[in-house]
């Protein structure tokens, strides 16, 4: 059952992630993206994790990419981009590079000659994660937490728009002294 | 732990530290309260002293400072004794009777509070120095000393002279305290202790050469401190600071430290009498004696001619020290410290009168109009001159007969000729400033009498200076040798001098202060020293061209070895290379430069590529 | 009965596709996009060796990766979205072509 699922998943993953870097419609690129994670948790599935297979969808599919998705429509994206770099150079040079990370890959993965065995029970469970990370790995998931509430902090300097009150409120002076007159 | 000695020491630190953190709040009153503090401190040094009659004080720890070997611990540790006590209470008394003029002299100043915590730090270090325990401690009070009468020199630290004569001052001491640095460091490689009277205890075991060795080093110290020739020259140039300071640590009590470090070890020094060592330090004291005294004759600065003539009595007091009379060299302090003190202390009032005008050839006539200043000072010049029954005579006959009685009949005679000189300078001094014709062209009608506040301490200071002579009298079994026996241990006088001897010993003094006469009371214009000696006048104004030589044989090749370090060392060698290291790094940030073109694309290319090494190199070793 | 190595080659291919993404194109937004890539390849491997691990127990160190991982992906995405913001405020656009200024 899993090897059947596994590999067709596999190709759409790929497909997907070729769609992502390829299409030149910015929401074209993250329509797929979403699949491709939806996919993802598919493979998750496939390897005995439910749990994770769902955190997948609700974190990367969920959150993550209506995050991108509002970005993308909130910006003016829709011009002609070239694919082409103008340090050609460099750009040939990091296309050989991931090439080249490939073959790494593919050398590292050879060097596995186990299979997975089908266990027949799911794997990862919430309640086997909680555990660990309040006793083996407390202090990074205290980390992590850091981390996050850093990025909210640096995200609201970054995005903080001094003009954008003086803007909202004239805004919406404009429209109630609109309504009042009418 | 002795409550007076310590509040002895303890109350100028309060002082210090009261006039250094507030006394900008109470500008006009910071004098007051620093004499004050040190009124108290004088009494505490007096308590302790008849204390230490009534029951001896022992010695005490104050605090351990640091350890040195398993066994030695160098404590910051109070010795008390006959000679410590004798000292304080002359640093202290002196000290008192200072504050309280310079309460009245700096009355003008506009920071006065800066002047009275430095003047009470000083004590303090003055006093913790005569109280060390061991080599360190002193060192360590005997370089505070230094520091404050760098700060002192220095007080009117806007005048370009003031601040050279600092300079000068703490550099030409620190080639004195090389000596006592490698002196301590000799004493602890052989005894493993710092501790005056331990190495005094175990002092036998020293070979003659190495106790020659080690006092010459001390020598060294205090031809640097107590200014002896060759080191002298900054004493004169010490005059830039206020009068005061020159009365209380270029006169009574920090040059005088020399001596007293001397006496404290004098175990060492009593070893070998006859040793190298004590033929230099006679020489050197007899020189210094009569070169001082001489240079003296050809100034015209009242506060260089009593600078000279200090420099000229600390000669006398190394001059004993030489023949190993100790006490007689305590003796001729103490006197010193009470009429050189009172002198400096008029010539400061008579500065102060003549609205700090120093050139005597620019006084005259004072006597009229500031009478007592003029008897305190004539007290000053007569115990100074030696004059019959005053405190100079006592402790320089005292001395000169030792050395006679030594059998060093060439040191005695420059000491006579230096008395001779003494009494002439003297003389000379009294009647320039105090007698003859008024000769500034500015008139003397705003010169009055000196106030009362500065009076009071010149006169009791001229009491002592008539009286404390008495102290030591008879010579050798008198009240202070009595009382010095007990701690300073020194080989007795034997013989008798005789009576043409004696005679030869009072007489110079009255020479010179008759010759003095003869020359300058006659006319009613003083004739220049220049004059009356011919090419050699000249040469004592000039101070036997003393910094001129030193500035041809010392000043100039430093100047002209520090211009090749320069050159050779820092411009050539460390500016070469490390201009050559700039040149290649610029050449090579001129190519590297090219590298960060700024591109995105570019910097992940040379980021990943570094990921994308690491992941072969960790594939390939293996993980 | 998945082969362990063709876990791994999946997530190396999906690590490529993402790394050549970040090359080949100059949209900033479609950049993140690749990096989130990326991560998820990472999470594959995290995942697969997570399953060889977990043999007898049910959980297991690469398990607890994978939640570490998104975690930081989240925070990445939040920051990175917030510069291509900042970036199209200041620009009027996302290409990464006008962010020179770091030229030496």
């Known amino acids: 059952m899993n090897i059947l699922l596994f590999y067709p998943l596999s190709a759409l993953i790929i497909i997907l992630s070729l769609g992502v870097i390829l299409a030149t419609n910015p929401v074209h690129s993250a329509l797929l993206l979403v699949g491709a994670m939806v996919a993802i948790a598919g493979v998750f599935l496939c390897l005995n994790c439910e749990f994770l297979a769902m955190l997948q969808i609700f974190i990367y599919a969920g959150a993550i990419m209506v995050l991108f998705l509002f970005i993308v429509t909130t910006i003016d994206t829709r011009k002609d981009e070239k694919f082409v770099s103008s340090a050609k150079f460099s750009q040939a040079s990091g296309i050989l590079l991931s090439g080249s990370m490939f073959f790494l890959f593919f050398f590292l993965a050879l060097q596995f000659v186990q299979h997975l065995p089908d266990t027949g029970r799911w794997l990862g469970d919430a309640k086997g994660l909680g555990e660990l990370f309040l006793k083996s790995y407390s202090l990074p998931f205290e980390v992590v937490t850091l981390v996050l509430l850093t990025a909210m902090a640096g995200v609201i300097v970054m995005s903080h728009d001094p003009l954008y009150r003086r803007r909202s409120k004239e805004a919406s002076k404009q429209i109630l002294s609109g309504g009042n007159k009418a | ?623 | 009965m998945i082969p362990v190595s063709h876990v791994f080659l999946l997530a190396g291919v999906i690590f490529s596709i993402g790394m050549l993404g970040l090359f080949i194109r100059r949209n900033l937004l479609v950049i993140f996009m690749s990096i989130e890539l990326m991560f998820n390849a990472a999470n594959i491997a995290f995942v697969g060796a997570g399953n060889m691990q977990a043999n007898l127990a049910v959980v297991s160190d690469g398990f607890a990766s994978v939640p570490f991982v998104m975690a930081v992906a989240a925070a990445e995405a939040a920051v990175g979205l917030a510069l291509v913001v900042a970036m199209y405020r200041a620009t009027g656009d996302t290409d990464v072509e006008l962010l020179r200024r770091m030229k030496g």
């Open chain 2, 1 to 623: 732990m002795n409550l007076a000695v310590v509040f002895t020491f303890l109350l100028p630190l309060c002082g210090a530290l009261i006039n250094g953190f507030l006394g900008q709040w109470f500008r006009k009153d910071s004098g007051t309260v620093a004499g004050t503090i040190m009124f108290g401190s004088f009494m505490c040094a007096l308590i302790a002293f008849f204390q230490n009659q009534a029951s001896p004080i022992p010695s005490f720890t104050l605090w351990h400072w640091f350890p040195i070997s398993d066994t030695y611990t160098a404590d910051m540790r109070i010795l008390v004794d006959h000679l410590s006590l004798t000292m304080a209470v002359m640093v202290t008394g002196v000290g008192f009777l200072i504050h309280v003029f310079a309460v009245g002299y700096m009355d003008h100043e506009a920071a006065p509070e800066r002047f009275f915590c430095y003047l009470n730090f000083f004590v303090v270090n003055m006093l913790l120095l005569v109280f060390s325990d061991n080599l360190v401690m002193m060192f360590v009070f005997w370089e505070g000393v230094g520091l404050m009468s760098y700060l002192l020199i220095g007080f009117w630290y806007y005048k370009p002279e003031a601040a050279s004569a600092g300079k000068k001052a703490f550099v030409m001491n620190r080639v004195g305290d090389t000596g006592f640095v490698l002196a301590i460091f000799w004493l602890f490689y052989y005894f493993h202790t710092f501790n005056i009277l331990e190495i005094a205890g175990k002092v036998k075991e020293l070979p003659e050469s190495v106790v020659t060795g080690i006092t010459l080093l001390l020598f060294l110290a205090v031809t640097g401190k107590s200014a002896q020739l060759p080191l002298f020259t900054w004493l004169p140039d010490a005059m830039e600071g206020p009068t005061p300071v020159s009365a209380l640590i270029h006169a009574a009590t920090m040059v005088t430290a020399g001596i007293y470090m001397v006496t404290r070890n004098h175990a060492l020094f009593n070893l070998y009498p006859n040793d190298p060592a004590h033929m230099v330090i006679l020489t050197v004291g007899a020189l210094t004696a009569l070169v001082a005294a001489a240079i003296a004759l050809g100034q015209n600065d009242i506060k260089k001619v009593l600078a000279y003539s200090t420099v000229s009595q600390l000669g006398f007091m190394v001059m004993a020290l030489g023949v190993g009379c100790y006490i007689q060299a305590v003796f001729h302090l103490l006197t010193h410290a009470c009429f050189k003190a009172l002198l400096f202390l008029t010539a400061g009032a008579v500065i102060y009168g003549m609205h700090h005008e120093q050139d005597m050839t620019k006084m005259g006539g004072l006597a009229k109009r500031m009478p007592m200043t003029a008897a305190c000072f004539i007290i000053g010049c007569l115990a100074l001159a030696g004059f019959p029954l005053t405190a100079g005579y006592f402790s320089k006959d005292a001395i000169l007969s030792a050395v006679l009685l030594k059998d060093h009949p060439y040191a005695w005679a420059a000491g006579l000729l230096a008395a001779v000189f003494t009494g002439f300078y003297s003389t000379r001094a009294v009647w320039l400033t105090f007698f003859g014709e008024w000769r500034s062209s500015h008139a003397p009608d705003h010169i009055h009498e000196t106030p009362r506040v500065m009076l009071m301490p010149l006169m009791i200071l001229a009491v002592l200076a008539l009286g404390a002579g008495f102290a030591g009298w008879p010579e050798g079994s008198g009240m202070l040798y009595k009382y010095l026996e007990v701690t300073v241990k020194q080989p007795e006088l034997k013989g008798h001098l005789s009576m043409a001897n004696w005679l030869a010993t009072i007489l110079p003094g009255l020479i010179g202060i008759a010759l003095g006469l003869f020359f300058y009371a006659r006319g009613k214009s003083p004739a220049p020293v220049v004059a009356l000696f011919g090419p050699i006048g000249n040469w004592f104004v000039q101070k036997l061209y003393l910094d001129e030589i030193y500035e041809f044989l010392i000043v100039e090749p430093t100047k002209i070895f520090a211009q090749a370090c320069y050159y050779i060392g820092d411009k050539a060698m460390i500016d070469g290379f490390l201009h050559s290291w700039y040149n290649v790094c610029a050449f090579g940030g001129s190519r590297m430069r090219r590298l960060h073109s700024g591109h995105l694309h570019a910097t992940l290319a040379s980021f990943l590529a570094g990921v994308v090494a690491l992941f072969a190199y960790i594939l390939v070793r293996g993980y």
